[in-house]
């Protein structure tokens, strides 16, 4: 059955647990208009439907769920005065019930035969699902074919989590409309829930046969933050090592061998690492506002049975990320703001994008955003440290309570052969660069930046090494306290102090106020 022929109370038993929906009440006005009265009669006895939504509550994997669901065989799903008044109704017994919202619209959009006055309507359910959404629940859409119009514009594009259908057309603009008025047809493909994943408005495209699994999953992480592991111990004050080595006192490693080693085509990533360690993994696509940078994975997901938002830098992709990537780490953000989840990042690159298209993109701008935004991230923030950190691409993914990192990774402003050329004018010299810069995890550890070292890749084989940084990783979740811990910020002030680099000429009277 597609998306566009199945009825609201369809897709609502679709997702339910057998006999658990229960219809909430849905708004009628008798308009004074005959005509209009007699049309709403027949779209009444043709569909089956009193409205063109149908609200309620369900269970689902024995979880209460709201659910507001457009009927399109009622008038093309449009939306007059009562069916805005029955949405705005939902969205606030839900908010005041604290319950989650799954909304699967379809529609033409606002309702013609009640002119401006169903177009105005728009702002008070926008405003309806700002509320639920500030109140910290979580607000999902699975757009039907067609969702347009007014429709798409407010309750259909205002998900923390947005998927839709296999081939429905989803857009503000109705194709008919753009005929109309230009002469010309709309662009094929343009307005397909397939494209729309692909350039990053919306996360997935979910048949529907799927659907009730794919809300579960969400909802396990979102409206189930979980406890954490009563077992697990603190990884602060460190540094701790986790894996086969249990020194505390590790040797300090060649600095090349970690460059080189993290450069390995072959070391797992972020991927591997989920792959390993966590379940209820939903991945999401993109800012949700048109960007999507594959350098840049953002999910929802479960670690050491607790919930939270992982943005980490996939090595997979292509090594550096542009500025729409960290648009999408800042929804990340926002993300585990709103909803009360901790958050993971996983540093892996070999730094930002460097092009006239990223500079024009606001790189800079939006690493400073990032970091900003992160300093001060009211959740819980656990950083992991997979491979490389070059950068500001690196930095902006940074500040963190608990700083976790793989024995051969290294953070460094650029890659050491971008040193060696400013130093040195040549890269000649990028081993040296590499030794002398103290950008190996353990030297970050000794000076207090880094929290608990896991050993390195090469020492216990992959299983146990993404092993190992899933258990510092869960530990780190677990974690209870305030946030942002003064320690977010601390740690970094700590790596500074008087120092000299091995082999570089001294300036005699450095500090000299003469």
């Known amino acids: 059955m597609s998306a566009e022929s199945s009825s609201a109370a369809s897709v609502i038993e679709s997702v339910a647990d057998p006999g658990t929906f229960r219809a909430w009440t849905v708004q009628q006005h008798v308009p004074s208009d005959e005509a209009y009265a007699a049309s709403l009669d027949r779209a009444r006895q043709r569909s089956g439907a009193a409205e063109a939504v149908l609200v309620g509550e369900l269970l689902l994997a024995g979880q209460r769920l709201a659910v507001i669901a457009g009927e399109f065989g009622f008038l093309a799903g449009s939306v007059g005065a009562s069916a805005a008044e029955t949405i705005v109704a939902a969205l606030d017994r839900a908010t005041a019930e604290r319950l989650p919202v799954l909304a699967m619209p379809t529609s033409g959009g606002t309702r013609m035969q009640e002119g401006t006055p169903a177009f105005l309507q728009m702002v008070p359910i926008a405003a309806a699902v700002a509320r639920h959404r500030r109140a910290g629940l979580a607000y999902l859409v699975w757009l039907r074919d067609p969702t347009t119009g007014g429709v798409m514009a407010t309750w259909g594009s205002l998900g923390q989590v947005c998927v839709g259908a296999p081939g429905a057309l989803a857009g503000f603009l109705g194709p008919r409309v753009y005929e109309a008025v230009f002469s010309r047809g709309f662009p ?6 397939e494209n729309l994943v692909r350039v990053g408005v919306i996360d997935a495209v979910v048949p529907q046969e799927e659907l009730r699994e794919w809300v579960r999953r969400v909802l396990a992480v979102v409206a189930t933050p979980g406890e954490s592991d009563p077992a697990a111990g603190s990884v602060a004050g460190g540094p701790e090592t986790t894996g086969a080595t249990e020194d505390l006192e590790l040797t300090i490693p060649d600095a090349w061998d970690c460059v080189l080693a993290t450069r390995d085509p072959g070391r797992p990533g972020v991927r591997q690492f989920l792959a390993a360690a966590a379940t209820d993994v939903t991945e999401l696509s993109g800012t949700g506002e048109g960007e999507r940078d594959p350098g840049i994975l953002l999910a929802l997901a479960r670690l050491g049975g607790r919930s939270c938002v992982v943005v980490g830098q996939d090595r997979s992709a292509a090594g550096t990320f542009g500025p729409g990537g960290l648009r999408t780490a800042r929804r990340g953000y926002r993300l585990a703001a709103e909803l009360g989840l901790p958050l993971l990042t996983v540093v892996d690159t070999e730094g930002a994008e460097l092009s006239a298209a990223a500079e024009e993109g606001a790189m800079a701008g939006e690493i400073a955003r990032a970091l900003a935004e992160l300093s001060l991230l009211p959740v819980p923030v656990v950083a992991l440290l997979l491979g490389s950190g070059c950068g500001g691409g690196a930095l902006a993914l940074l500040p963190s309570d608990v700083l976790i990192a793989a024995s051969d990774a290294w953070i460094t402003p650029l890659p050491p ?42 020492a216990v084989g992959e299983a146990d090494f993404l092993d190992a940084c899933a258990d510092a990783v869960a530990r780190g979740l677990s974690l209870p306290g305030p946030a942002p811990t003064p320690d977010r910020i601390d740690r970094f002030s700590r790596a500074v102090g008087p120092f000299v680099v091995p082999g570089s000429p001294q300036v005699e009277g450095a500090g000299d106020d003469r």
């Open 417 to 458: 052969e971008g040193a060696s050329a400013i130093v040195h004018r040549t890269t000649a010299e990028a081993p040296r660069m590499a030794r002398e810069q103290r950008i190996t995890a353990v030297e970050l550890a000794s000076l207090g930046v880094v929290d608990a070292l896991v050993s390195p890749l090469a």
């Open 188 to 193: 094929t493909g343009v307005q397909v829930t």
